[in-house]
């Protein structure tokens, strides 16, 4: 018998891989809660509004006065540091959507797949992203070649740099796995692979490596990064022109929260702003004391996630968390079929908001003022000459900047930079003004300068597009009305299937590349989802095409056989086989916004 607070699996957290995780489960036929300590749906992957940032940057900030913060604020102060903030928040504040993790999502990939086959797209909305930029100099930007049309049209490029790209281009978009071109090379650095294998060399090859493959420093190896250009160049066309595309209203929180809706309309509940007080291993009932043996043997085999100001505690047979709420007691073990583990970066962070455009003018475009026509109209003698033809418009409302390596004097000299802008379009931001969201992977050093001293550079640069070269001389760059500044530290050495000694099922860390983040954290969600699904007694993980290749057929017996191992004495088992992460559509079920 299943009582009230009883769930099949218990969900701690709202980040983008624990909704996702969740709106399998309960799609899978799982009871499902979810539970988070904030007020809000996205967990790291949040979209706020000023007002709530703010107060998410003071939250974040320890003080001494303070008593001791609940394990999730612990562990959330030890990943967020280095935070300042501007004191007075601009008006409109409710109209912003501020994304924690900014992201451009590619056209083809796991994480569309999954909006697509769980039917979360219907609850969300996207725009192209308009432009891809490398920061030249104050007020220009060179231009990226992602297509052969984008190649054809470069002015800045010699019709040799021309044929040469293109043969890299046809090159990156194929099967490239054991061309000649690659042999000895896979872990070559991507620049001088580019160098050595197509003769790009310059600004060429710094757009490539760093506005294509997305490469973060000069020794990143060639055959992830030509993986990745595959992926975009591949994406280009699906939905328009540009292989990305921007979530309205802050991109991945909005997301989650679509995932949230599905496992809620799927019979999912939800609490929000509860802070955990303790998770409770599993008891067995020879291990209880006699006068609990009657309630322990109703709840053998379950975890007690115990909430704060909540009167029962809930139960159930596997528990999946974001890493912040396990407590900095619980030790990593690493099972024996995992991955090799993963060191993330630090990243430095800066939120601005600004309420002049940017304008992405190519370095080939002259800089000189445009003259005006007169009050009175054409000067005198020219009533025979064209009408003069006016300035072209290079302002962008969502677009990627990129600062390489070496780009600033006082920029860092070995990772590149990237600067997400999104405005009106992409509906995170009221009229006449827009978000800059500036991230820098940092070195592991303990001696880093603040976060603010480390990005002041870059946003400043930044600022200086908002002065279009043919503004008149006098024009200032944009002043920002508000900024946030912090660190963001991942957590390191988890691999993909990491569990604590509890067995509690822990989300790793996802890369915060702005390409790759949404795919990573949805293959982090699948991977969570087979484990609690196998840990259920529901089925088991399909093995992949190349398990499939190099193995033969899969060891069923071997599979069950742990699922037996893992099943909790006295637990009833749960009946229905699952057999893919999402199930068909219903078509005949239909999801409207009264539901949720």
Sequence with gaps: MILPMDFDVVVLGTGLSESIAAAALSKAGCKVAHVDHNQYYGGDEASLTLDELAEWADTRIARGEEKSPHNYLANQRAKYTSISRSSAIPPQSRQYAVALAPSIVPSLGPHIDSLIASGVSRYGSFKLLEKVAVYDRPGFVQSVPGSKEDVFKSKALSLVEKRRLMRFLMFAAGEFEGKKELEGKAHTPFLHFLREAFSINDKPATAIAYALAFCTSADEPTL????????YLRSAGRYGASPFLVGHYGGLGETAQ???????????????GRPVATVKPPLSTKDAPQDEKAASTENAGRYAVELEEFDEPL????????PDYVSTGDTMSE???SSSSRTYAPVARC???IDKPLSFTPSEAPDEPVPSDTEDGPLDGDEGAPPQQAAPNYEVDTALLVFPPGSLPDGSATTAAHVLVTGEGSMSAPRGKWIVNISLPLPPSADSPSSEDLLRPYLDATLTLTVPPTAPAETQPATPLFTVFYTHHPGQGMSRSADTDMGIIVAPPHTSLITALADEATQNAEDMFWRAIERLGKGKRPPSETQVEEHGEAKDSETDAEMEKEKGDGEEEVTGVVDSFWPPLDVAEVETSEDW
């Design 224 to 231: 992830p990064a030509l993986q990745r250009i595959r992926q």
């Design 335 to 337: 099972p024996a079929q």
């Design 258 to 272: 679509g995932f949230c809706r599905t496992s809620a309309v799927k019979g999912g509940t939800y609490i929000l």
């Design 351 to 353: 939120i601005a908001i």
């Design 315 to 322: 139960t159930a047979k596997v528990v999946v968390s974001s």
